[in-house]
């Protein structure tokens, strides 16, 4: 049941058996033996994948397959790269443009791809993603540890075009390769990142003595985390994760908040509706998935669920095509779960329709204070002795609200890693928000500035009309509330998007 322990006992098997083959002529301690068992597959340091791929043949061609587009109609909600379409979150979750305008994740912001595609779609997308510079190389290139054990300085102070011609001419597109996963020796898992060794730390654990199956979990997160750019006067200078406060299995959304409203140096940009500086959320999958996940509990890893174990001739691999188990018809569920693939697919999508429900309100929620907190700072003084203590209490309260909804925005399972965790984060979020709206409209009201029941969003102004590449609205990557819930409650908002 227990896939790491599973497929670590196949490696074991696999060195167990070399073991034994050595010791029948040396005789030596068998971990040594192992080691010079191990040690000509893969020199040490090869970032190429194309030379791990000689001696592991099929999961190799597995891992090329992340750059295949993925078949359409298998996944309701969390569609990557199906049919070759790729989707526009920003469309999908109209009053994201709204409350992310003022930076790059305001302007292009798309729905996951293959692996094959993280540089690529670095380089592809809006410039204004990339001003962080060489920072934003730390969890997409294989070679950004060795940049940062060479010089950090000159990797963040770099611009993002010129930390790209920092790599080698041949690997400027290459992202998640053998080496991020696996110790080339021994082929054990295994990260070189420092930004995990820190967070690790910072959890409690000891990065060189983690358990199988943490170490399983970290490979996936060392990147499907959340991370804040660290800022010094405005320049990049490090990459860090805000888990400082938590221990492991419990890195929750508030610890995450905490630290960004502690740290100036993790505020990363200027809201453009509120004008206020904030730190931002990004893909917290291991956060919330290890945040008591009825999965996580009993010890189920990512790569049960996103690597299918296949047959060959020679035996079983695991493929290492990373995708949704919903793209590859429930099986890897099947493995542990006896249900018919339509009965788990529908297991999935009505978690997924459930948190979508929330998320949305939540959304719109915060959204409304959004532009209740922009009424504010056109009609009032924010600084006026009058005004500051409510002004600020709701401001308080908003982001309490945003930081929640950018989280579950942002963890890519529509909900499911962790149903219960979610529900609980989003009815806290709308409660955050309608503490925060009822706040913000008695202060308006005091100062007799009138507020419509429905406060107006203007949505098509975030959505339309962004970036280099001129966006706009998409209506078919749109995503309507499953639950009919948002169309009740902003019904001329609604209308006059989806008209
Ligand atoms: C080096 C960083 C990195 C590592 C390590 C990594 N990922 Fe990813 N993953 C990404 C990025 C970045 C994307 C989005 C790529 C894009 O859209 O350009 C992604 C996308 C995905 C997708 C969506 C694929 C699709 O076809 O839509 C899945 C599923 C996924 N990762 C699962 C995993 C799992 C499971 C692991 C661990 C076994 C893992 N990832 C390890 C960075 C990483
Ligand atoms: C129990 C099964 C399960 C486990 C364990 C699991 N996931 Fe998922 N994951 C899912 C499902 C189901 C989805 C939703 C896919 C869909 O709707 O198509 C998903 C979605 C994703 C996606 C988006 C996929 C896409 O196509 O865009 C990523 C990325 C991802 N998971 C990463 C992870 C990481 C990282 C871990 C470990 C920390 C993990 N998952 C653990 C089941 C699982
Ligand atoms: C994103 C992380 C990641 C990357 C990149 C990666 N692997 Fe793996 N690999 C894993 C995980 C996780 C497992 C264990 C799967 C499981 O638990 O079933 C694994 C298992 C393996 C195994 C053990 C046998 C098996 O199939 O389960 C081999 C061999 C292997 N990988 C080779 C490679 C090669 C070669 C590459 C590069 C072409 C590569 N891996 C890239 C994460 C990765
Ligand atoms: C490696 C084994 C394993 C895999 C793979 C796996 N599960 Fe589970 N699943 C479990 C275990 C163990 C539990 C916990 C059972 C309990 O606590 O009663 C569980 C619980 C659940 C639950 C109830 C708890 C919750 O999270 O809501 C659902 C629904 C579920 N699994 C669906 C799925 C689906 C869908 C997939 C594939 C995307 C999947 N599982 C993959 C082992 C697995």
């Not at 995450?256 to 740290?263: A, C, W």
């Not at 100036?264 to 004008?275: H, K, L, M, N, S």
């Not at 995708?323 to 099947?334: E, F, N």
């Amino acid at each position: 049941m227990r896939p790491s322990t599973r497929t670590h006992a196949r490696l074991r098997a696999a060195a167990t058996g070399a073991c034994a083959l050595l010791l029948a002529t040396a005789l030596g301690g068998c971990a040594a033996a192992e080691e010079e068992a191990a040690a000509p597959s893969i020199p040490a340091g090869t970032h190429d994948p194309a030379v791990w791929g000689e001696v592991y043949p099929d999961q190799y061609r597995t891992y090329l397959a992340t750059a295949d587009e993925r078949p359409a109609d298998k996944s309701a909600y969390k569609r990557g790269f199906d049919g070759g379409v790729m989707y526009d979150k920003l469309s999908e979750y109209p009053f994201m443009p709204l409350l992310f305008n003022g930076w790059g994740f305001g302007v292009e912001y798309n729905e996951p791809r293959g692996h094959y595609y993280m540089m690529i779609d670095q380089a592809e997308i809006d410039p204004s993603r990339v001003k962080a510079g060489g920072a934003c190389l730390t969890c997409k290139s294989p070679y950004t540890q060795d940049l940062y054990e060479q010089d950090r300085g000159a990797l963040f102070s770099a611009s993002y075009t010129e930390a790209v011609e920092m790599l080698p001419s041949e690997h400027r597109t290459l992202g998640a390769a053998c080496i991020d996963c696996h110790d080339s020796g021994s082929m054990a898992l295994a990260t070189r990142r420092w930004t995990v060794d820190a967070a690790l730390t910072e959890v409690g654990l000891d990065p060189e003595g983690l358990s199988t199956e943490q170490q399983s979990l970290m490979v996936c997160g060392q990147c499907h985390c959340t991370y804040s750019v660290m800022k010094e006067d405005g320049a990049s200078i490090d990459v860090d994760f805000p888990w400082e406060g938590s221990q492991w299995g419990a890195i929750t959304v508030e610890n995450i908040i905490e630290r960004l409203l502690d740290d100036p140096a993790r505020a990363e940009w200027t809201q453009a509706v509120t004008g206020q500086k904030l730190g931002f959320i990004r893909h917290p999958d291991i956060e919330f998935y290890t945040a008591g996940s009825p999965h996580a509990a009993t010890g189920v890893v990512c790569a049960d669920c996103h690597m299918l174990d296949t047959k060959t001739t020679g035996g079983t691999f695991s493929s290492h095509d990373l995708k949704s188990p919903l793209k590859m018809d429930m099986a890897p569920c099947q493995r542990c779960h006896p249900g018919s693939a339509s009965e788990l697919r529908a297991q999935v999508i009505e978690v997924q329709e459930a948190n979508l429900g929330l998320l949305i309100n939540a959304g719109y929620k915060t959204a409304t204070v959004a532009k209740l907190i922009e009424l504010a700072n056109e009609s009032l003084d924010p600084m006026a002795a009058d005004v500051r203590p409510a002004y600020e209490k709701g401001a308080r309260l908003y982001r309490q609200a945003l930081y929640r909804v950018i989280f579950m925005g942002a963890e890519n399972s529509v909900g499911f890693h962790n149903p219960a965790e979610g529900r609980r984060i989003l009815i806290d979020a709308a409660s955050y928000a309608d503490d925060a709206e009822a706040t913000m409209r008695e202060l308006l009201a005091s100062k007799g500035i009138s507020v419509s029941a429905e406060v107006p969003l203007e949505l098509r102004t975030y959505l339309d009309g962004r970036g280099e590449h001129d966006l706009g609205f998409v209506r078919e990557h749109h995503i309507d509330d499953p639950t009919g819930q948002a169309q009740k409650t902003w019904p001329a908002n609604l209308a006059a998007l989806l008209q």
